[in-house]
Structure formats: C-alpha cells, structure tokens
C-alpha cells in the first residue's frame, strides 16, 4: 500500500483541548466524499481545500488526533468561515458542522491563537460587555442615534470628514445600521399592548434581540402587530437578552451560557405557548439551548423545554395557520432572500414565501443563487471585509437582475448588509422583513 | 533533490500562492473520498495553465518526484490519495468552459471545468451531456475522464469514453501531447487518446478535454417500483434487459440506504420495504410511454408491491438527486463507510446480489447495496467502523469474497471508480498475466521514471 492507514481516535484531552474533547463520532461523521464543495462560499472563491468544509473539519480531526499542531494558521481560516451552514444541508452524512464550527473557535479563543492587546480591548468589550446587557446596548443606541439625527453623520459621508477618521472606522461606517427612533418596548407600551385578543388562541413571547431592537425595532413592532391580528397575546419579558448567538460563533461559550440563562429565566418558557424569532440568526441558537445547557444540572430540563417553544416566526405562523389579508392591494415586485441561518440553520424556506405569495398584488421573482450567503454572516463583515463585500456584490448582481423594488429578507445581520449592498450598487430596492410585509398588508386592507 | 530546493524551484515557475507547504494545506489534501488512506504529500500546486503543468511536470521528470495529479478529489478507490514525498498537482484551477460549438456540437474545457457546469453549458445552448456521475456537482472532468466515470444514465447513454472526442495530455516528461479531433470518424493512427481516458493518472495528466454533446431527450417519464425482496427486483431488471428494454436508467436501492436517503432528503421514499427499483425512460414520446408501460408490468409480475409514477419534472429530478447521495447518506449509519464497485453481466444480478447479502451476514458485517443495476454495476457498501480493527478485518474479508465471486461470474471489480489503490490488490486476477504484463509495459513507455501517480493502478 502506497498510503497508510490513518491514527484513529484522539488523544485524551489531558490538556482540556475542546477538539480533543469532543465525541469522536461528530468528527468521524465526515467521510469526505466532498459534496460540501460545491456550496462553500470561500472555497469557491478560493479553490483551497483548507476554505473547504470537507478541509476544515479535515484539520480539527488532525487537531484532534495529534497529527497537525493547532497553530495560527488554523485560527484564521475558522475566522474565514463564515459560518453560513451551507455544507449543512448539502451534506449526505449529517455532519454537524455548527458543533464542530462552535467547538473549534471556542478553542482557539482559549489557546489565544488570535491574541493581540487590540484585539482582546475590543472583544473584552463588545462581546464581553456590551451585548451582555440590553442596558448598555440601548445607550450605545441612544448616542449612534444622536450622531445620526445631529447632521455629523451627513458631515461624515457628505462633507469629506470620513477622510478624518482611522481607515478601519471609515470602512465601518457605511455599515452602521440606522437607528430606530423608538426602541420595541416604547412602540409596544404606545401602540400594540392594549391590541393583545381578551381569549388569545396562544400566549407567545419575542425576543427583541440586540442590534433588530436598536435598529429594527419597527420590525418587531411588525411582528407584534401580525402575531395579534393572527390572535396571539405577545409578551415582551423587560429583563430579556441578546440570544448569545454572537458570542457562541465567537468563541465565547461561557458568555453564551450566561445568556441563556438569564432568557429562560426572563421568559419563563413553561408560562408560554411559543417563544418566537424574527431574527434568522439568532433562532437556531435559541433552538439550541437545550444543547448548550446540557450540562448545567439547574437548568438542563429548562432549557429543553425552552428549545422546544422555539419558533421562527415564519415557521409558527404557517404552522397554526396564518390568515392572508384581503385584497386587492397595489402591485410589488419582490424577490426573497435566505438568511443562511434560517435556510441551512432552521430548515425554514418554504415558510416564507409562502406568506409572501399569500399578500395580494406581490410578485415573488426568485433571483439566482437566494441562498447564497449575503457576507453578512454575524460580524463577518466587520471582520473579514473584503470576502464580505465579495459576497455582497454579487448578491445585489442577482437583485438587479429580478427587477424587484423590494428584498425580503428575514435577517437583521443580512438587512444591515443589504442595505449597504443596495448604496454601493446604487439600486432603487428597499430591504423589508417579509412579516413587516404582511404588517403592512394588513394595515391596508379594504373593508370586509 | 530535497524537498526546499524543489519547493523553490517551483516558486520560481509559479506565484507563491499556487505552491502550497504549510501543514494546515498539506493534511487537507492527504486523502480524496476513499475511506481508511491518507498520506501527506510534499506540496500541493495548483497550476492555472497547461503551460504551467507542462513546466512543473519538466522539473518533476528532471528530479524523479513523484506527482499525483487531482481535481475534486472525490474519487473512491484512492487514486489520487498522496504518496510519500510526491507533489499534488491540483488541476480546480484550470477551471474554464473555452467553448460550445453548436455547429459541430462538441464542448470543449479545461481539465478542471465541473461535471456540472459542463451539463449546465451544454443545456443552455439546447444540448445534453449524458455522463452523470454521482458526484457530477463537485467532479472534475478532468477526474471524469481520467477515470473513465460512468453516472446513472449509462445503461442508455454510455459512460465518459463514449463522449471524448479529443484531448490534451501533458505527459510524464512535460511535453505537450494533442489527440483526437471534433471529426465524428478519426482513424489516424493508434487509437492514442483512448489510452488516457481511464489512466488515473499514471500515463499522463489530462488538461483540456473535447467532448461530443448529442441532442436533449423529448420527453422522459420516472417509475419507482417497490419490493418486499431483494432478488424481485433484481430479477425485475434482468426481465426488463431480456426483454431487450433500454431505458435511461435503472437504479436499485436496499433498505438500509433507503432510509439514510431519504433521512437526508426527505422525499417520502418508502422506508419498509426491502428495495425500491428507480427506473426513467426518456427520448421521443411514444417510446417513453411504450416503456414506461412495459417496465411497470414487468416490475408487478416479478411481484413488485406497488409501482409509483413521478407526478412532475421535479419530482424525478429530486429522486435522482437523492439517488446520487445514497453513498455519503450512508455514513448515516457507520464511521467507516467501505464502497465497492463491482459489476456483473445483468443475466447474474440476482445471484450477485444474494450473495453479497450471505457473505455481510457470514461475517457479520452490515451491508446496503444501491446501484445502476441496469448496466450490472453494483455499490454493496459495507458499514465498519476504523477505530475497530476486528470488525474492519471481518469487513475485508467478505469483500475479498465479493469480488472472487463478481470476477467468477463474468464480472468485474470495478465498473466505474478505477483501480487507484484500494483494488490494486485484486487487478491481476481480473487482468491475467497478459494483460498485466502489456499494461506495464505501456506504464514504462510513458513514464519510464515512474514519477506519474506510482504505485497506483500497477506496482
């Protein structure tokens, strides 16, 4: 034989190695016959194996064996990956990549492969304590506002004052979502808390998420507004946070722990007949809870209970039969575009166009390549701008060619980015969530 | 020459960038989709021209290094898994559709163009490619030529040779060899470019590839027949041969992989019967509704429970698909998932099949079996486990059974994957001593240093 047979099993991970540590069989459930390929947005791009699935999940099993040293070089092509799940549903064998992808950042962020005083400042901060706390996030959101409504940010893209800031800022800026002028909570209280039915069909909970209540919080509002009319009572629990989905793409296990904790506890799932996501990020981690907690005695069968009631909002509304507003109402040409995470992470498609091509007068044009990965992908696009940008570009190339005046998408990561997408192809299309869409047919039905 | 002095070398002829050392790179392509190999290589490069090939085979043939020429790396007896000390030359680069001649109804690529693409091109000027192997979304075809793939239509349609009208092969010592041409009847000579297509890269690399596309079937109707036993349907297919029906494709499937499919895709395949038989007509409409026809009868004589017809287009298209997964659904099941390749004249289906079932029971080893048994060909894959040398031993030794029995029955070790390594073992009993003699001496007249894939195919 010209090849050898390969070390088979890992080493014991004598030096808590999370690779090391985990259940083999989630690493040998690859058999690299390499479907992933053909769906894995950086291998395309780069034609190396190592931006492969089939190559990265090669690299942690070595890691695992003992065969390669975990160096550098690993840590940055996991930070390459976007994470988007593609190679998920494309797999044949069922290999959970999301594990394995959580696992080895986690892993990397204990070994401090990446680390530099820039770095860990920054992470210490964002992640760490900014979106520990909806309290801290809700400031943060109060000052972008200001700089936003004051006219410094017209100076800023205007005026030529961008040239003024650090290149890494100014290429952040264009990305800065557009705050809301109220957060959801203050929309709920003025408008929608006294709309909730007297003999509700079920009793649901949203989580206002971080960035969507900031920047979206129309879109939650959206939310509250549809899951009424479809007779739900909404309750929005005041000491929710952010999901965690940031921090356990990023390596922070722990953190992402502590949140979820503290949303069971604030949630109190076994009041509830669903806890609903509009936010296709962060579903598939909330769904996932009951994983994350598995080891956690106090709060294990809660957060089984928890993952359970999980729903997207898409998927709970055709699963207890939403009503279709009436018509007619005016002509829109729309096409949709697939948060990954909501196609590769939560299975959910199908859903959403079918509320869609449920709204009188909207035309769903389905453009090439929808679930393609926008580079969004979390915090992607800060990190990784230029295969980010790639990705956009050609993501708004598909959207031109449809003809569509809106994009329907489900993400909040994906509709700051195609919202940046849509200035820097200067395209006339707004980006709408598909249930602000509804909302918004609704609102504008004629009498019954 | 060691391995810097080459690795510079080559930086010399490349960018950088196209000469892979670092260790994260080099354990990524240690292996292709063939269970239980892996070995590193020296480097990896990844040409962009054939320019580039010819020049890197040169200082390969100058300094005796082993290459293992690639593309996708999907392939499944390990032909291009490394050897010690050889440098991968990895051909995804080299990726460009140069031309459809609509006129002369040809395709030409290069080496490293998807199988995919290729169909994708030639549909979209009205034109079919027939060869659809398995791993048509991620194989090159480059790797399709060099392994002479077959695919699910090649009951009707043939396999790669059957469509491989030219070629250009950079050979062991970095000249440029053209063969073949776009003339339908194309006698000069040796039958030179036939050499290479099924070489696996031992003779030469293949780097631009000519292929003849035919017109588009009219119209095509898809069948799933249901059994409560194995040889019924086996013997269903042998019927249908005898009874001199070709239709596109008659694809089997076990119940062990029924159920890992259709726990991948969901399609309502049927999970409690022994297998199920997929069968497609396609061409002029009359022809396709004649044999859908008499299909289906046959299938209810041989006692099939039930026979369903595909509602729509995409129906089908989703049951093939979902037939092309059956191999990686079934890691479902196992760690270790062994494919073997072995076909049979279509008169033997029924015994062969029994005694692959006898022989996974003897030694106690799980097996699911699929296959196109329309052209006799075979996948009984036997699910292990590598991390239990005992089992993987037991597992070894039904196969060696397997393929003593296909060779006793008329048939072949493999039918569509190649030899590379993982059948190297059983290619002189196949073969005889002629044969392996002749193909020797063809290995030593192109590659008189041994440096094209050694070890693979030959010793």
């Known amino acids: ?448 | 020459m060691d391995s810097q002095t080459l690795i510079a070398r080559l930086r010399s002829l490349l960018r950088d960038e196209q000469v892979l050392t670092e260790p994260e790179d080099l354990t990524v392509y240690a292996f292709d989709g063939t269970a239980l190999l892996n070995q590193l290589p020296a480097c990896v490069v990844l040409p962009e021209s054939t320019e580039q090939v010819a020049a890197v085979m040169s200082l390969a043939h100058e300094q005796g290094v082993p290459v293992v020429p690639r593309g996708a790396g999907s392939g499944l007896a390990g032909g291009s898994v490394p050897v010690a000390g050889s440098l991968v030359l990895c051909l995804v680069r080299m990726n460009r559709i140069l031309e459809v001649d609509a006129r002369n109804l040809t395709l030409t690529a290069e080496a490293g163009a998807l199988t995919q693409a290729i169909a994708d091109a030639a549909a979209a000027a009205g034109l079919f490619y027939p060869p659809d192997p398995g791993s048509i979304k991620i194989s090159t075809i480059g790797g399709n030529v060099a392994n002479n793939s077959g695919g699910l239509r090649g009951l009707k349609y043939g396999v790669t040779r059957d469509y491989v009208m030219a070629l250009e092969v950079v050979l062991a010592d970095g000249q440029v060899l053209e063969t073949g041409s776009k003339c339908v009847k194309d006698v000069a000579g040796f039958g030179l470019k036939d050499l290479f297509i099924g070489s696996e890269g031992a003779l030469g690399v293949i780097t631009r590839v000519t292929l003849k596309l035919i017109p588009p079937p009219a119209a095509k109707r898809t069948l799933l027949a249901l059994f409560d036993r194995m040889t019924d349907a086996a013997e269903t297919i042998s019927q249908i041969i005898a009874l001199k029906i070709i239709p596109c494709t008659l694809e089997f499937l076990d119940r062990a992989t029924i159920g890992c499919v259709e726990d991948y895709a969901h399609i309502g395949l049927p999970r409690d019967c022994e297998a199920v038989v997929l069968m497609e007509a396609d061409g002029h409409p009359a022809e396709v509704e004649e044999q859908a026809t008499a299909m289906a009868k046959v299938a209810r004589e041989q006692g099939a429970r039930e026979v369903r017809t595909a509602a729509s287009e995409e129906q089908a298209t989703q049951l093939a698909t979902a037939r092309r997964t059956a191999f990686s659904a079934l890691a479902r099941l196992a760690p270790t998932v062994l494919l073997e390749d072995i076909t049979v004249p279509r008169s033997e289906l029924a015994r062969m099949v029994a005694f692959i079932q006898e022989a996974g029971q003897r030694h106690r080893v799980r097996v699911g079996t699929f296959g196109h048994m329309g052209d006799g060909n075979l996948h009984p894959t036997f699910l292990t486990n590598e991390r239990q040398p005992e089992e993987l031993q037991r597992a070894e030794a039904a196969l060696r059974e397997v393929f003593a029995r296909a060779i006793a029955l008329g048939g072949t070790i493999t039918g569509e994957h190649g030899v590379g390594v993982a059948k190297k073992p059983f290619l002189p009993q196949q073969l005889g001593p002629v044969g392996m003699e002749i193909s020797r001496r063809l290995k030593a007249s192109l590659d008189p240093r041994g440096i094209l894939n050694p070890g693979k195919v030959l010793d």
């Open chain 1, 1 to 448: 034989m010209t090849a050898t047979a390969i070390a088979t099993g890992p080493r014991p991970a004598a030096d808590g190695s999370l690779l090391a540590g985990l259940d083999y069989a989630v690493l040998q459930q690859c058999m690299h016959c390499g479907m992933c390929l053909a769906v894995c947005p950086t291998y395309e791009e780069t034609l190396r194996e190592r931006s492969s699935p089939r190559g990265r999940i090669a690299l942690m099993r070595a890691i695992a064996d003992g065969r390669l040293a975990i160096r550098r070089a690993f840590a940055e092509e996991l930070y390459f990956c976007l994470g988007c799940l593609a190679c998920t549903s494309a797999c044949p064998a069922g290999v959970d990549y999301a594990t394995l992808f959580e696992r080895a950042r986690a892993e990397v962020e204990r070994r401090g492969l990446l680390d530099s005083p820039k770095r860990r400042a920054i992470r210490g901060l964002v992640v760490k304590r900014l979106f520990m706390s909806r309290r801290w996030l809700r400031r943060l959101g109060a000052a972008m506002r200001l700089y936003q409504q004051s006219g410094c940010q017209w100076l800023v893209r205007h005026a030529g004052l961008k040239y003024l800031l650090p290149p890494s800022l100014r290429r952040l800026e264009p990305l800065a979502p557009r705050i809301s002028r109220r957060f959801t909570e203050a929309l709920f209280r003025r408008l929608y808390a006294r709309r909730n039915p007297a003999r509700p069909r079920y009793r649901v909970g949203l989580l206002l998420g971080c960035v969507q209540d900031l920047a979206f919080a129309d879109t939650n509002a959206d939310t509250i507004y549809v899951l009424q009319e479809n007779g739900c009572e909404v309750v929005l629990p005041a000491q929710q946070e952010c999901c965690g989905s940031l921090h356990a793409h990023n390596g922070e296990l722990e953190c992402a722990r502590a949140l979820a904790r503290r949303n069971i506890d604030a949630f109190a799932p076994e009041t509830l007949d669903a806890i609903i996501s509009n936010a296709g990020g962060c579903g598939p981690h909330m769904k996932h809870y009951g994983h994350l907690l598995a080891d956690d005695p106090e709060y294990a069968e809660r957060a089984r209970v928890w993952s359970a009631k999980v729903k997207d909002i898409h998927e709970f509304l055709v699963e207890i039969g939403f009503r279709p507003p009436r018509g007619p109402q005016r002509p829109q040409r729309v096409t949709y575009h697939e948060s990954c995470h909501l196609n590769h992470g939560q299975h959910v498609s199908a859903q959403p166009r079918q509320i869609l091509r449920a709204i009188p007068g909207l035309e769903l044009v389905e453009m090439a390549e929808a679930d393609w990965c926008c580079g969004s992908a979390g915090i992607y696009n800060i990190t990784q701008p230029e295969m980010a940008m790639k990705l956009l570009d050609r993501k708004m190339e598909h959207v031109r060619r449809t003809g569509a005046e809106v994009i329907a998408s489900a993400n909040t990561g994906c509709n700051i980015q195609l919202e940046c997408g849509r200035e820097r192809a200067g395209l006339a299309v707004t980006v709408k969530h598909p249930i602000t869409l509804l909302a918004e047919a609704y609102r504008a039905e004629p009498p019954a």
